[in-house]
T-cell receptor, first 116, second 112 residues
Framework: DAGVTQSPTHLIKTRGQQVTLRCSPI?????VSWYQQVLGQGPQFIFQ???????GRGNFPDRFSARQFPNYSSELNVNALLLGDSALYLC???????????????FGNGTRLTVT | GENVEQHPSTLSVQEGDSAVIKCTYS??????FPWYKQELGKRPQLIID?????GEKKDQRIAVTLNKTAKHFSLHITETQPEDSAVYFC???????????FGKGTSLLVTP
């Protein structure tokens, strides 16, 4: 039974460039969330999508955007990359849009983004 | 945004001892509190979670307690083993359940 899969695993970009990260949720999960984890910190919420609609957005600039496809997979886009965008980007899926006992978040292994 | 404070940031115990990690939260509307374990280079994995209508939950060597009035919750690991060594994150539901706010993590080291 496959878990949450993310691609690529590692990425190196230059300041000002754009990046697209991809995520496939666990089969049967309709919600995908994106989190940013800076080294030594806890994950920080970026977006949640459910049934292709944005349900929540964290405190991130408009350079960050995302979308969810009919098969529930998702992409996170970051434009005009800054050095401070270097982080582990985690995707998580859950059964419903409300996180809870019956619908916990399951994380993927993440994409390590380095901006030089 | 709402904050989750986690203490201690590092914890070293001997194998067989107990470990306790404490978290406080500020959003009184939070009703769901999961704990995640993250080993080096790996994904955060859910180890236990609790809802606000329950004061304590136990799963083998792991237990979580919640005091909703005081807005704090704790993770208790008994009979620690070297494989318990990892970073542990507490989290609290925010934004009506659409997101989790995470603490900064506790690096637990269990020495044989």
């Amino acid at each position: 039974d496959a878990g949450v899969t993310q691609s690529p695993t590692h990425l190196i970009k230059t300041r000002g460039q754009q990046v697209t990260l991809r995520c496939s949720p666990i089969s049967g999960h309709k919600s995908v969330s994106w989190y940013q984890q800076v080294l030594g910190q806890g994950p920080q919420f970026i977006f949640q999508y459910y049934e292709k609609e944005e349900r929540g957005r964290g405190n991130f600039p408009d350079r960050f955007s995302a979308r969810q496809f009919p098969n529930y997979s998702s992409e996170l886009n970051v434009n005009a990359l800054l050095l401070g965008d270097s982080a582990l980007y985690l995707c998580a899926s859950s059964r419903s849009d409300i996180t809870g006992i019956s619908s916990p978040l399951h994380f993927g292994n993440g994409t390590r983004l380095t901006v030089t | 945004g709402e904050n989750v404070e986690q203490h201690p940031s590092t914890l070293s115990v001997q194998e067989g001892d107990s470990a306790v990690i404490k978290c406080t939260y500020s959003d009184s509307a939070s009703n769901y509190f999961p704990w995640y374990k993250q080993e080096l280079g790996k994904r955060p994995q859910l180890i236990i979670d609790i809802r606000s209508n329950v004061g304590e939950k136990k799963d083998q060597r792991i237990a979580v307690t919640l005091n909703k009035t005081a807005k704090h919750f704790s993770l208790h690991i008994t009979e620690t083993q070297p494989e318990d060594s990892a970073v542990y994150f507490c989290a609290a539901e925010v934004d009506s359940g659409y997101a989790l706010n995470f603490g900064k993590g506790t690096s637990l080291l269990v020495t044989p």
